[in-house]
């Protein structure tokens, strides 16, 4: 059973950082696209970034480019969320999961971490 706990959530002020971790267990991964999603009230859940677990190729939101870095640690079958220059609207639940290799969706998710940004 693959499970997905999200770590490192918390209220920082507009212009710092936090760093998310989401620890992955039940399976190796290889071949899964691993990624971070972020929900804010009253709001659709958005795609963040994502990473190709056996060879580190990367994607990222728009709105994320250039101040959010994800990384994964194969060894500890980890990734994680580095986010700098947090502005209010980065305030969010912040997710991550997995999807098999040739899945159309996500199979995998966790359950949250939530990301508060002061002004």
């Known amino acids: 059973q693959v499970q997905l706990v999200e770590s490192g959530g918390g209220l920082v002020q507009a212009g710092g950082s936090l760093r998310l971790s989401c620890a992955a267990s039940?399976?190796?991964?290889?071949?899964?696209?691993m990624g971070w999603f972020r929900q804010a009230p009253g709001k659709e859940r958005d795609f963040v970034a994502a990473?190709?677990?056996?060879?580190?190729?990367?994607n990222y939101a728009d709105s994320v480019k250039g101040r959010f870095t994800i990384s994964r640690d194969s060894a500890k079958n980890t990734m994680y969320l580095q986010m700098n220059i947090l502005k209010p609207e980065d305030a969010a639940v912040y997710y991550c999961?997995?999807?098999?290799?040739?899945?159309?969706?996500?199979?995998?998710w966790g359950q949250g971490t939530q990301v508060t940004v002061s002004s």
């Open positions: 039940g399976r190796t991964f290889s071949g899964y696209t």
């Open positions: 999961a997995a999807r098999r290799p040739l899945s159309q969706r996500y199979n995998y």
């Open positions: 990473i190709a677990w056996n060879v580190g190729t990367t």
